[in-house]
């Protein structure tokens, strides 16, 4: 028995085949799901999505949205996803370091959240490739 | 040569000669009847720049078909994609048209350009029906309308109901965080217990039909999941991540918008150019044949000149010699 995953993006279907478990990333907290999961509808936070497939782990960077998991299906829509093998180390660093830079400068409520935000996606990314490898 | 003159000489007198049936030669040249027989003809030149013009217009139309037949191409591969957005959503939430409220608010998904046959106006009449269906007692439904066609038809009858207008949606190419600003936006102005986004749905390159999608607010998914209608299903799924169950509804339904909407959108731009490539495509045949009953009368009249001038050439001829 396994687990069918699709994570769907408004552009693109990012993952659409089965895994074996997933562990994923909500507003309270990581959940593990396995197969015969009670059935959930959750918020996915910006972070990391591991998924399994047989002994081997893979990383996804997601950039918030939703979940719904039940009788062995499991959909993700997110606003934005990238596999970890799909993201270039050096262009994450780099984005990391600017959304840090843009942060230390962000002025007023409005900039200082959108900078918040740029931020944990940077870092998302960045921790996407660093568990690789 | 001569004859050339001698024709020149011809056009140059007939105005003179017979006034009168020129100008019903030329009202008939337009109405494409036979011209009458025995009249100086009219000018080939008429009929001449007449043809010209025709085949610009054929040319304009066919470039314009192949323009939307690419953009088209370009289009639809997206709007599939984001065709299986929303299902999740109508799977765990439902879609029911029928559920009765007292605020609706009306999204008419429209184009800016024109030229592309009859969907906007298939949209606002849908919108209209709508409105009237929605406008009871205590039932009252706005409109927010995207697109330039819609706004000028809307606005010229229901000025006080529209909440916000959005025109130039396609400035840039279309992506979600744009269509996801646009419905924060929407969101903001106005408050809602239904949204009811219509739009043309692109089901092949030949028909687009006006669909109707429904998002319900926070309040109403609530209430008629405790009812126990379609939307029933919610309640088999615990609901986690998140403070309390109705913040979570909250974020769902807003992101349910906001997908509904990207690919209402994304929809419409396909029918937009499908609609267009027909409508040019029609023209240009139109064009076509027009063309080609031009041709039959210049020729005629051309001859019918000749003729004309051969016989007073010959008539004039014989009166010298004779």
Same mark, same amino acid.
């Given at each position: 028995?396994? %687990? /069918? ?18 562990? %994923? ?10 197969? /015969?999961?009670?059935?959930? #509808?959750? &918020? ?22 939703? &979940?719904?998991?039940? /009788? ?28 840090? #830079? /843009? ?14 935000? #740029?931020?944990?996606? &940077?870092?998302?990314?960045?921790? &996407? ?5 | ?197 219509? *739009?043309?749905? *692109? ?120």
């Amino acid at each position: 028995m396994t %687990l /069918n995953l699709c994570v769907l993006t408004p552009n693109r279907i990012v993952w659409d085949s089965e895994v074996t478990e997933i562990i %994923l990333s909500t507003n309270s907290g990581q959940i593990g799901v396995l197969p /015969n999961h009670a059935p959930i #509808a959750t &918020a996915v936070d910006i972070g990391i999505l591991r998924i399994r497939l047989k002994d081997q782990w893979l990383t996804m960077a997601l950039m918030g949205g939703f &979940a719904r998991i039940g /009788n062995n299906e499991i959909t993700v829509l997110v606003n934005d996803a990238e596999k970890g093998s799909d993201i270039d180390p050096q262009e994450a660093q780099q984005t990391l370091e600017i959304a840090e #830079a /843009n942060l230390s400068k962000a002025e007023g409520k409005r900039q200082t959240i959108e900078a918040n935000l #740029a931020l944990r996606r &940077a870092r998302t990314r960045v921790e &996407a490739i660093n568990t690789i490898s | 040569m001569a004859m050339a003159a001698l024709r020149r000489e011809g056009r140059r007198l007939a105005p003179l000669i017979s006034p009168q049936p020129i100008t019903a030669a030329r009202s008939s040249l337009i109405s494409e009847e036979q011209v009458p027989v025995g009249v100086r003809s009219i000018s080939t030149q008429v009929v001449r720049n007449r043809m010209k013009s025709v085949k610009n217009i054929q040319k304009i139309t066919k470039a314009m078909k192949m323009v939307a037949a690419s953009k088209l191409r370009a289009i639809q591969t997206r709007a599939e994609n984001s065709r299986g957005l929303w299902q999740p959503f109508t799977a765990l939430l439902g879609d029911t048209p029928s559920v009765d409220v007292k605020k609706n608010v009306i999204i008419t998904v429209s184009s800016d350009k024109g030229l592309c046959g009859g969907i906007n106006s298939t949209a606002v009449k849908v919108s209209r029906a709508l409105h009237k269906l929605n406008s009871g007692p205590d039932k009252e439904s706005k409109y927010a309308i995207l697109g330039e066609k819609a706004k000028a038809q809307l606005v010229r009858d229901s000025k006080k109901e529209i909440v916000i207008s959005i025109t130039e949606l396609q400035k840039n190419p279309l992506n979600y965080t744009q269509v996801s600003v646009l419905a924060d936006d929407t969101l903001k102005n106005v408050e809602y217990d239904a949204l009811r986004i219509i *739009f043309n749905k *692109f089901n092949s390159v030949v028909s687009f039909l006006p669909t109707l999608s429904t998002v319900l607010s926070p309040e109403i998914v609530e209430r008629e999941a405790e009812a126990g209608g379609k939307i029933g299903d919610l309640d088999s799924y615990e609901i986690e991540g998140g403070e309390t169950k109705s913040e979570v509804l909250q974020n769902l339904v807003e992101f349910q918008f906001s997908c509904v909407l990207f690919n209402a959108v994304l929809e419409n731009a396909c029918s937009e150019q499908g609609a267009r490539m027909s409508a040019m495509d029609s023209s240009s045949r139109n064009a076509g044949d027009m063309l080609d009953r031009l041709t039959l009368t210049y020729n005629r009249t051309r001859q019918a000149s000749i003729t004309t001038e051969l016989i007073e050439i010959i008539s004039g001829a014989a009166a010298l010699e004779g």
